[in-house]
C-alpha cells in the first residue's frame, strides 16, 4: 500500500497492512472466526478472543450491482460476498473490475486501500477491497 494523503483506517482492529491481512477475532474457547471481529465469541458466548489475520485469497461466492445509492462512492460499484481460505465470508466492496465481468467463481485478492475522502476532503480513508486475480499471478 503507498498513501501520500494524511489517512486513517475506516476503523480500528478491522485489519493490518504489511504484510496485509484482514484481522477476524477467533474464539479462544472453541475456534471460531467471525469477520467484522466480534468482542465476544456468539457461538459459545466466551469473552476470550484474539486477533486472527485471514487469508487474503478468495473466491465470489455473491454478488450485487449497486447503481442507484445514498454513498460516497462512484456508481456503479459492486458489493460481493467473498469465502476466504478459513471458510469464512467476507462482505466486501469489489474494486478493478467492470461490473459486468464480474462472475460467481471469481478469484480475489484483498488490498487495503484509500476507499474515499474523509469529511475534511482531504484524508484518505482506508478500508479493504478485493480486486479480481490477475493471469499467471
Ligand atoms: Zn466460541
Redesign the pocket.
Known sequence: MSVSAPSRPLREGLFRVDPDGLLASR?D????LHFPPKRA?P??H?DAVSAHALGTRGTVRSFTVVRNAPTFFPQPYVLAYVELPEGLQVFTQLGGVEPEAVQIGMQVQLSIEPIRKDVDGVTDVIAYRFHPVEEGE
Do not use: E, F, K, P
Not at 29 to 32: E, H, K, L, T
Open positions: 474464539c474457547a472453541c475456534g471460531s465469541c457461538d459459545c466466551g
